[in-house]
Every structure is written in structure tokens, then in C-alpha cells.
């Protein structure tokens, strides 16, 4: 799964004119920041998940190579799927955030499309002539 995007990628999906707006990096640095505390709250649960099943199984290695000891086929289905569940409700708390970052995002181009890109342009330039030029530039 492609999770991550470079700094560069990231402010090449704002318009030019603002590109060099420091708090671009700002946002960046908070995203990737979320992003990497995500990834580790979903790491530490799949551990956590993964000992209490081995405690469960009495620390017999229920999943070994090439079958498993004590455990019969349908306890180790049993218990893939319930992973396989605990990971799905992880992935879909990730992608909850995710849309809540995008939104961020949203929030952030239209305060700088409605406020501080106004000081950002040439003089000569009114806000609704700016707006049609950003909704150009986001067309492509």
C-alpha cells in the first residue's frame, strides 16, 4: 500500500503562485508526524494482538512453519480472522484520519485561495480573478 509522498510531491498538488509558502513544509511536517504515530499505534496493537494470541495458546507457537503444534486448523482460521478483522478496524481508524487530514487539507487551500494568497500575488490581481485561475490550475 502506497502510504507516504514526498515533500515534493505534496507541494506540487498546490497552485503555483504558492508553492514556496512556508507553511506548506508546515503541514507537510504535521502530516507526516500523524502519519508516523499512526503507523506505530497500529503496530504496537498487531503485537499486543499477536501475544495475547500466543498466550492464548499457551505459548505452544500456534502459527509455526509447517503447520502448527496444539492447534487445530479451524482455531488457527478462527484466529486469522479475527486478526484479519482487528487489522481491517485499524486500517479503517488510518483512513478515518486520512480524510480528516485531507480535509485539512481542503481547509487550508481555501484560507490561502479566500485570505493569505491575496498578499501572496501580484498587485492587480482581485480575489475572483485569482479564484478562476486556482480552479484552472486545479483542473489540470
Known amino acids: 500500500m502506497y502510504d507516504t509522498i514526498s515533500f515534493e510531491d505534496f507541494e506540487a ?12 513544509q508546515t503541514m507537510y511536517t504535521a502530516i507526516a508526524a500523524k502519519r508516523n504515530t499512526i503507523r506505530t499505534t ?11 494470541e500466543s498466550a492464548a495458546a499457551g505459548g505452544r507457537g500456534q502459527f509455526g ?6 492447534t487445530t486448523i479451524e482455531q488457527a482460521t478462527l484466529a486469522l480472522k479475527q486478526r484479519s478483522q482487528d487489522l ?6 488510518v483512513e478515518a484520519e486520512c480524510d480528516e487530514i ?13 485570505g493569505e494568497l491575496q498578499q501572496l500575488i501580484p498587485h492587480g490581481l482581485d480575489l475572483e480573478n485569482t479564484t478562476a485561475l486556482l480552479q484552472t490550475m486545479g483542473g489540470n
Open 102 to 114: 485531507k480535509s485539512g487539507i481542503a481547509s487550508f487551500k481555501q484560507s490561502l485561495t479566500h
Open 42 to 52: 497500529v503496530k504496537r496493537n498487531i503485537e499486543r494482538h499477536c501475544r495475547q
Open 65 to 70: 512453519v509447517g503447520g502448527s503444534k496444539g
Open 13 to 24: 498538488l498546490f497552485p503555483a503562485k504558492i508553492r514556496g509558502n512556508p507553511r506548506i
Open 88 to 93: 481491517e478496524a485499524s486500517i479503517a481508524e
